[in-house]
């Protein structure tokens, strides 16, 4: 059966998600970033056919990793595939908060996810923090859900869920005008 589904980004709020910031400009695409994730979320929760403006795609359904070795062996693999020249590592570690899941880069690059939390320990969670510390590492510091970012998470979700998965998440940022860089 195919899910017909009119991708209408105006009208989602942001979500609970959130990350550490050490710089004082405004992330002022954050929540509209969160918005598009949380839609793109809802998606591959479901995963199977879908009919996309005309389009047919097939999208994965994503992975609820419940354990931090599980996570830590996703997210090196992902590094080992599409870091590049990049050669630093991640620790995830556990964060006691559960309403968040977030990146800090000192003292130690790391990735806090309160494991055991199914919406947490999602693999679009897992992704967008990874995207936070490749793109910080790659752009002096940046933590800010800028084009580079979103470009970011799009290449880590086209290696992670495939091209299909990948190019809903382009067309959602798109769609809700957010630029992403190739």
């Known amino acids: 059966m195919t899910n017909r589904v009119f991708l209408d980004w105006s009208h989602w709020s942001a979500g609970s998600r959130g990350s550490v910031a050490t710089v004082t400009q405004r992330d002022s695409d954050r929540s509209s970033v969160y918005a598009v994730e949380d839609q ?7 995963g199977g056919d879908l009919d ?4 047919h795609l097939h999208l994965p ?24 020249d990049l050669s630093v590592p991640v620790q995830v570690r ?6 968040r899941a977030h990146y800090e880069p000192r003292p130690i690059a790391a990735i806090a996810i ?18 936070h510390h490749l793109r ?10 800028d084009e580079g970012f ?6 880590l979700a086209d290696h992670a869920l495939g091209p299909e998965a990948a ?4 067309a959602g940022y798109l769609g809700a005008g957010l630029g992403v860089e190739p």
């Open 40 to 46: 793109w979320g809802q998606i591959l929760d479901r």
């Open 52 to 55: 996309f403006f005309g389009s």
């Open 61 to 84: 359904k994503q992975r609820v990793l419940l354990e931090l070795a599980a996570i830590q062996h996703y997210v090196d693999d992902l590094l080992s595939q599409c870091a590049g």
């Open 94 to 99: 556990h964060r006691r908060g559960v309403t």
């Open 114 to 131: 309160p494991i055991g939390v199914a919406w947490a320990c999602r693999e679009v969670v897992i992704l967008h923090e990874l995207a």
């Open 136 to 145: 910080y590492q790659r752009a002096s510091g940046s933590l800010h859900h």
């Open 150 to 155: 979103r470009g970011q998470l799009v290449t």
């Open 167 to 170: 190019f809903a998440l382009r």
